[in-house]
């Protein structure tokens, strides 16, 4: 039972990438997903989340407008298409089980969170 992370690049500031978050072992048609990012010497923290009932979606305040969050439950996986991405956005990028509330942005309870996986690499530069 895990996830698997994939679609980190390396990309020029401005440029997209779209990364994938496939389950492995379990469904996610009724679960909740969040999609979390670490950059070198900060903490974890909250980018973008989608329920698993109507698809609403939350976001942190720095990627709305640039990033979006969907779901292919016949595919078994969730997507983070990142556009415009600039220098903060490069960070190591995981996906997780968990609630998706409308704080999710601007925190999180880490220990709501599980199956993560092993992340996926996004560096910013020209």
């Known amino acids: 039972v895990q996830f698997v992370e994939s679609g980190g690049d390396l990309v020029q500031p401005g440029g997209s990438l779209r990364l994938s978050c496939a389950a492995s072992g379990f469904s996610l048609d009724s679960l909740d997903i969040g999609w979390f990012r670490q950059a070198s010497g900060r903490e974890r923290g909250g980018v973008a989340c989608?329920?698993?009932?109507?698809?609403?979606?939350y976001y942190e305040d720095s990627v709305k407008g640039r990033f979006t969050v969907s779901r292919d439950n016949a595919k078994n996986t969730v997507y983070l298409q990142m556009n415009n991405l600039k220098h903060e956005d490069m960070a190591v990028y995981y996906c997780a089980v968990g609630p998706c509330r409308a704080h999710f942005g601007t925190y999180y309870f880490p220990h709501e969170y599980e199956y993560w996986g092993q992340g996926t690499q996004v560096t910013v530069s020209s």
């Open positions: 989608i329920n698993s009932g109507d698809g609403s979606a």
